[in-house]
């Protein structure tokens, strides 16, 4: 599968963004789909997760209450919408596909190493 992620940009501290991962190739409506962050100088890390299908969703504490994950299914299309932006959620953002399978780890939505598929990544940039 091919994702393409689209939607960064430079918006103020507070203002609101939505990345969109726009995947071809196969479907993606049984995957579970995640995005990542890299901020400049650190480790990408998780941002969260939509699994089953979109039957579950889980966040990064760093952004719970503020990010939301969906995906359309019809459209092949998972969003992340992100509210009340910080400075600190400046990054290149990722999106990522995991086929269907078992994991060892109860929390695998967490670990890059059980993505399959790496989109290019977004940049996002939140001013002070």
């Known amino acids: 599968v091919q994702l393409q992620a689209s939607g960064g940009g430079l918006v103020q501290a507070g203002g609101s963004l939505r990345l969109s991962c726009a995947a071809s190739?196969?479907?993606?409506?049984?995957?579970?789909m995640g995005w990542f962050r890299q901020a400049p100088g650190k480790e990408r890390e998780f941002v969260a997760a939509?699994?089953?299908?979109?039957?579950?969703?889980y966040y990064a504490d760093s952004v719970k209450g503020r990010f939301t994950i969906s995906r359309d299914n019809a459209k092949n299309t998972v969003y992340l919408q992100m509210n009340s932006l910080k400075p600190e959620d400046t990054a290149v953002y990722y999106c990522?596909?995991?086929?269907?399978?078992?994991?060892?780890?109860?929390?695998?939505?967490?670990?890059?190493?059980?993505?399959?598929?790496w989109g290019q990544g977004t940049l996002v940039t939140v001013s002070s």
């Open positions: 190739g196969r479907t993606v409506s049984g995957d579970t």
């Open positions: 990522a596909a995991k086929i269907s399978r078992i994991s060892r780890s109860p929390t695998y939505y967490r670990l890059e190493y059980e993505y399959d598929s």
């Open positions: 939509s699994t089953w299908g979109g039957s579950m969703t």
